[in-house]
């Protein structure tokens, strides 16, 4: 199990980065490597270039802003989940960091890295479409910011441009006083989610709910966002046949055929306990709040 | 059995080789190496550090866990070049010049937290790595596992493993 | 050193050197100029090879030699049966790479010798082989219809084996019966995952003809044996050495594995050493793995419970080859009565051939899959008689005064009469009772239910026939300069602490202390008489082989020191490394005792002086060595047990599942168990754990996906899911200490006896939890959350 041969660029800046990827049609960004290496060395991927990204300047670090949360390419994991000002505006996303492999993987995984892999059984790009948040990819003709719901296109298959590099991640912070919770079901700790519900609410002063975000990984070939679901529980105080209505509007999004260990249908019924425990606890820990 | 002449065989194979530079337990070293070289085999074979482990080479098992700039991580899903001025630490550098163990390693003796050993030196640098890291250590049953989550091991069933973090959080005062 | 080291929680000697780095596997011995192998291996699991073209590879920059069938001379030939039995009509053995067919996907077709692994994979890709692929059939009552694809052409029905055993009258026994449960089991296929894949290093010296082998391998002697038949070499000029090896749990015990053979044939020809690392991918494809039995197990009871007949059939798949024999079945179908009087058995197998590599012993060795089928049995029939799950055990374990308890007409796997030696069965289930809170449960089941959350009780207990002859030998020397024991035997060690349990055995015997006592095994220069590592035999076979031994050396220290000491032999006590007058403050050191031991010519130290001819200690009538007299203070000696030790327990759990995400918490597992006198209980435990962790494994993860086409389709750690630490949960273990009558230690195997009940008892508790919901059945392991969705949507829920 050892890597098929290959060239390896270690650009220092963005341009430089991109000229090669648009040079070499064959060429792979390497961030952190942790899907990228572990394909090669079982040789079910075989790039000509690795076009190493670490020691672009530009691709370091997080910014929290009042109302988005900047994680560049370099981000690592690892990074995200510490960052104190992020678990500020944003305690989400520590909650769902916990189910994304192992500490020694988030130490050199990156978050823009998993987006850019679009595994739809993955927690970021779950994270990322559940926040209606965006990505920043920049390529020889510029600039262009996607929507997270454009991005994840289908399985392993993003909008990006081969010459193009995600230079950074868009995450936006939660509202005031929003309720959040994200779960999943796996076999072991650690591994790819079977089914995962994120879900970020907020309620008004009669405790019902006011907005509602509700998405869920590893039930089809891209992360999804269950809007049927959030319009239904968006102005009902989250009952049990509140609730019920939910689920039953989501089993169509499960469009993961039946696999060796997990059938079209466990996945539904995971689904469904997901969606009913992670909508309740996000409305355990949401504020109330005053209507305007 | 007949014997072919030496010279009839390759020494070297032909892959490009790029100049790799790293400090590796406090030592400055610089090789020549093969571009695809992942890391775990500079170390292993290039330096003769043969106290990092090869388990399944798709960063799973953890047993090649070294600790990259201070943070632990797979050293089979690293290239050597990647690691260009990186600082690496390997299981070698963590007793004293002297052969006293490590509090952690300690515990794991105590604890017998190790059956074959080959799952040890990634177990020991990741667990050496959070206990360095600043911050309070979440020692219940469960925080131990999830720190342990990530480093396979086929002989102890992990539970004297639990109990030598617990025992090497006393030994280091971090109880 | 008066504390007895016997039973004692002896830290390991072993472990500085592992904790530090510093263990020597094979890929850490430093070979310069090695070369390093790869392997083709076949992307078929039934094919005829219609062509190997390897002369893009041969070009390929680094390679040193490339080998197919045709280039391998005399090794081109099938590979050992190991363990003939006449139960098999065509043993298939495998030839190391592939003539004609290809029988499996990852079989050896072949092999890459180059500057690097690197580019000897780059060369293996480069071979274009073409295959007409044929017809096969993966399913294994399928296999055995007249008109199912064969795996190997001139086996009828792909029948490898087909062998019945039969104790006492089960016809009359069934006729006699009050009632009669049923049920068919399923285990599946799963493989024992060594965190060191396996590995063999070679080096030819032309100069003076000695080959020597590193060989991560569970059986150094019978390798080193094999390779100097094959190669016709001196046995002398053969060595193996296993040396540290990272786990084994059975897979490593096979030989010969291809590159077993390749390997040192490369180095021979090429006159470089060579290498061969197995990689993760390999060691699901290409290494033996175990478990797939389909049972169909009869109870034959009266209304009391008493299961006076048992009938069972089973369908044991052994892969496309059959190197091993009939061991794993034969352990199974000698196991299936498991701890209970049972007095009537019919057992019949058929050993069915699937187009996937080859099955040999797996940690447990067939009693798992016994176990769960007896079990699974036990539980049913308890629900159909109206029975408690304890009680119906109870009424039938085996008593303490019923021993030995023989069952006429089951031969064990050592070819002996199923004797069960010794236990207090029916005290273990009590205590698992009583650990397990069994009396209380009910209420905390209730009162769980009402809200919301479903626990169950799981329950099963279990017999391992362990410490299988035929013999293993000891070697005891104490070093005259040191004065140090050396211990040597003929296993090798995966990890099971034999440096320290050997070394306690002999330190109690000759004043040492463990630390003192240096065990060196796994090298064939070192000893060469023995067996292997197998079947939880090492304590049991090596101890007493070397328990035996230190008591002879012991013997001759005492002799020695009287005479030096100028005391009658019985005022000797050894201890602190020396040689006392008891009572008084007199002593020789162990050192000089067994520098005086030597008769001497050269003085090459201080205590040596004593010992030269011209010295007063070594003054006595006659030559320097009495006839008859050997010198120093050494011995061998061997053990040969009589027959199997039987080791046993009972395992429970309290299992929590959640119907909603249909997943399994095991929120207590209880564990008594009995291995007879205990050398070192911290090791016992260690075992035990171990075994219950891979247990775990077995019942709740670990599952080798076979496609239809015969590919593996899970062959990484990725998605054959060993546990992690945070699948393992916290487990409480009680010994019961019930010595053997069968050897001078009393000590039964250890191994293999945590794996063997987990399955059982995980099914046993989701059933139990899941009762709510009907009468849900759980008879297959690994037991997926995909089951229990199933199980749930087929009743309603």
Redesign the interface.
């Known amino acids: ?8 660029q ?1 650009p220092a800046s963005i341009e430089e980065a991109i000229s090669i990827l648009a040079g070499d049609p064959d060429a792979v960004v ?1 961030a952190g ?2 899907t990228l ?2 394909a090669m ?2 040789r079910a991927a075989n790039p000509s270039t ?1 076009v ?1 990204i ?1 020691h672009v300047a530009d691709l370091r670090g997080i910014e929290v802003g009042t109302e988005i949360i900047i994680v560049k390419a370099m981000t690592r994991h ?1 990074e995200f989940e510490l960052d104190a000002a992020v678990a500020r505006v944003n305690p989400l996303v520590a909650e769902v960091m ?1 189910h994304v ?5 988030r ?2 995984g990156t978050v823009v890295g998993s987006l850019c892999h679009a595994d739809p059984s993955a927690e970021m790009p779950m994270l990322l479409v559940l926040l209606g948040g965006s990505v920043i990819a920049q390529g020889p003709s510029g600039r262009r910011e996607i929507a997270a719901e454009d991005f994840f296109q289908s399985f392993l298959t993003t909008a990006r441009e081969r010459d193009e590099i995600i230079t950074e991640a868009r995450f936006p912070v939660l509202p005031k006083g929003a309720g959040w919770a994200f779960d999943e079901v796996t076999r072991r ?2 591994d790819y989610a079977i089914a995962g519900v994120g879900c970020v609410l907020s309620l008004d002063d009669r405790g019902r709910a006011s907005r509602v975000q509700l998405a869920a990984c590893g039930i089809a070939d891209t992360p999804v966002r269950l809007k049927e679901a959030e319009n239904i529980l968006t102005g009902t105080t989250l009952g049990a046949s509140d609730l019920d209505a939910a689920v039953a509007a989501s089993g169509a999004a499960v469009t993961q055929p039946d696999e060796i260990h997990v059938s079209h249908t466990y996945r539904r019924r995971a689904l469904g306990t997901l969606i009913r425990r992670i909508v309740t606890m996000a409305a355990q820990r949401a504020t109330q709040m005053e209507t305007a | ?4 002449m ?1 010279a009839a ?7 490009a080789e ?1 100049d790799v530079s790293m400090t590796v337990n406090g030592e400055a070293v610089s090789r020549s190496v ?5 890391l775990s ?1 500079f170390l ?1 074979h290039e330096l ?16 090649c ?1 070294v600790l ?1 700039n201070g ?4 050293s ?4 050597a ?2 690691a ?1 001025g990186y600082d690496i630490r ?3 550098s ?2 004293s010049a002297d ?1 006293t ?1 490590h509090p952690v ?1 300690q515990a ?3 604890c ?1 937290g ?8 990634g177990m ?1 640098m ?1 667990i050496v790595a ?1 206990f360095e890291e600043p911050g309070k250590l979440d020692l219940t ?1 469960e925080g ?19 109990a030598a973090v617990r025992r090497a959080a006393e030994l280091l005062g971090r109880a | 050193m008066s504390t007895r080291q016997f039973g004692a929680r002896v ?2 000697n ?3 050197k ?8 094979v ?2 011995i ?1 070979l310069p ?1 090695a ?1 390093h192998v790869a392997f083709l291996r076949s992307p078929h699991a039934r094919a005829r090879i219609v062509s190997i073209d390897a002369s893009a590879a041969k070009r390929h ?4 030699a490339i080998y197919t069938s045709d280039d391998i001379g005399t090794l081109d030939v099938e590979m050992p049966l190991l363990i003939p039995h006449p139960s098999m009509k065509n043993p298939k053995t495998q030839r190391p790479l592939a003539r004609g067919d290809v029988h499996y996907v990852g079989q050896t077709v072949a092999m890459v010798v ?3 692994r ?2 000897a994979e780059d060369a293996a890709a480069l071979i274009e082989v073409e295959y007409e692929p044929l017809p096969l059939e993966m399913d294994l009552a399928k296999a055995l219809t007249d008109d199912a694809p064969l795996v190997h052409a001139d086996v009828p029905n792909n029948l490898a084996a087909h062998f019945i055993q039969t104790s006492g009258n089960p016809d009359d026994a069934f006729a006699r019966a009050e009632h009669v449960t049923k049920i068919t089991v399923q285990v599946d296929r799963s493989t ?6 396996r590995a063999v290093a070679a080096r ?1 010296d ?1 100069v003076s003809g000695e080959l020597t082998v590193w060989d991560g391998t569970q059986a150094p002697i019978s390798v080193r044996g094999g390779l100097a038949s094959v ?1 016709e070499l001196d046995e002398d000029k053969v060595r193996v050495i296993a040396p ?4 084994g ?1 059975g897979q490593k015990v096979l030989l010969f594995y291809p590159d077993e053979l390749l390997v040192p044939m490369a180095a ?5 050493p060579v290498k061969y ?1 197995e ?2 991918r390999e060691n699901f494809l290409g290494s033996s793995q175990e478990r797939t039995q389909i049972h169909t197990i009869e109870l034959a009871a009266l209304r009391t419970g008493e299961v006076i007949g048992l009938r069972d059939f089973f369908l044991h798949d052994t892969g496309a080859f059959i190197p091993y024999g009939i061991a794993v079945a034969q352990v199974a179908s000698t196991s299936i009565a498991g701890p209970y009087r049972i007095p009537n058995i019919f057992v019949e197998f058929k050993a069915v051939y699937t187009p996937t590599v080859q099955v040999t012993p797996y940690r447990g060795c067939g009693r798992p899959q016994a176990c769960f089928a007896l079990e699974r049995a036990m539980d049913q029939l308890a629900e159909e008689l109206g029975l408690d799950r304890f009680e119906i055990r109870r009424r039938n374990l085996i008593a303490e005064k019923e021993f030995p308890y023989e069952r006429e007409g089951l031969l064990f796997a050592d070819g002996l009469k199923v004797t069960l030696d010794s236990g207090q069965y029916g005290k273990a289930l009590a205590m698992a009772a009583a650990e397990l809170g069994a009396e209380s449960f009910a209420a905390e089941q209730a009162k769980a239910r009402a809200e919301g959350r479903y626990l169950g009780l799981g329950l099963a207990c279990y017999v391992e026939g362990t410490g299988l002859g035929p013999y293993e030998g000891g070697h005891v020397k104490i070093h005259p300069i040191t004065g140090k024991v050396y211990v040597n035997t003929g296993l090798s060690t ?4 034999h440096d320290t349990v050997f070394a306690q055995i002999v330190a109690d015997q000759l004043g040492v202390s463990p630390q003192d006592v240096i065990v060196v095994e796994g090298d064939t220069k070192a000893f060469d008489w023995g067996v292997a590592t197998f079947a939880s035999r090492a304590a049991v076979v090596s101890g007493n082989a070397i328990h035996k031994t230190a008591l002879t050396v012991r013997k001759k220290v005492i002799e020695a020191a009287a005479n030096m000491l100028d005391v009658d032999p019985d005022q000797i006590e050894l201890r602190d490394s020396a040689a006392w007058v008891k009572g008084s403050n007199r002593f020789a050191p162990l050192a000089a005792i067994a520098t005086a031991s030597n008769p001497l010519r050269y003085a090459f130290n201080k205590a040596a002086q004593a010992a030269t001819q011209f010295a007063r200690a070594s003054k006595h009538d006659g030559p320097p060595l009495a006839d008859g007299q050997a010198p120093g203070l050494e011995a061998t000696d061997y053990y040969s047990p009589s027959q199997s030790t039987w080791a046993y327990g009972v395992h429970g759990a309290i299992i929590e599942v959640d119907p909603g995400l249909c997943t399994v918490k095991i929120r207590k597992y209880v564990c008594i168990h009995d291995c007879g006198n205990m050398i070192n209980p ?2 016992v ?2 075992q035990v ?6 247990g775990i494994g077995g019942a709740l993860y670990e599952h080798l996906d076979y496609q239809a086409d015969g590919n593996l389709a899970n062959a ?3 998605d054959f899911l ?1 546990p ?3 699948e ?1 949960p ?2 409480s273990i009680l010994h019961l200490e019930t010595p053997t009558p069968l050897n001078p230690l009393g000590v039964k195997g250890v191994g293999e006896a ?1 794996c063997i009940a987990v399955g059982a008892v995980v099914a046993s508790g989701v059933e139990d939890a899941l009762r709510p919901f009907g009468a849900l059945k759980f008879h297959q392991v690994p037991l997926s959350p995909n089951m229990i969705s199933y199980a749930l949507e087929t009743a309603g829920y």
């Open positions: 199990m050892k890597p098929s041969l290959f060239g390896y270690a390497l490597g942790q290496l572990p060395n079982f690795l190493d670490q690892r916990q492999a192992h500490v020694p993987i130490n050199r700790h650690g | 059995m007949a014997r072919t030496k065989i390759p020494d070297r194979s032909a892959d790029v093969s571009v695809r070289m992942l085999d292993r003769r550090l043969t106290g990092t482990h090869v388990g399944c080479e798709h960063g799973v098992c953890g047993c866990t990259l943070r632990a991580g797979r089979c899903l690293t290239l070049v990647q260009n390997t299981i070698e963590v007793a052969g163990l390693q794991f003796k105590e017998h190790l059956q074959c050993g080959y799952c040890t030196p020991v990741n959070r049953d131990i596992r999830d720190l342990l989550s990530g480093n396979l091991c086929r002989c102890t069933g992990y539970l004297n493993i639990i | 830290e390991r072993i472990d500085p592992l904790l530090r780095g510093e263990g020597a596997f890929d850490d430093p100029d070369l920059p680094g390679v040193a180059a500057v690097d690197y580019t024992a995952a060594p965190m060191e894949c030819w032309a190669f540290d090896v990272g786990g749990f021979m020809r090429l006159g470089r690392i990689d993760r995966q990890g099971q602490g911290m090791i435990e260690g754990l171990g075994g219950i962790a891979q990484s750690l990725m060993v992690y630490a945070t393992i916290n487990v945590g």
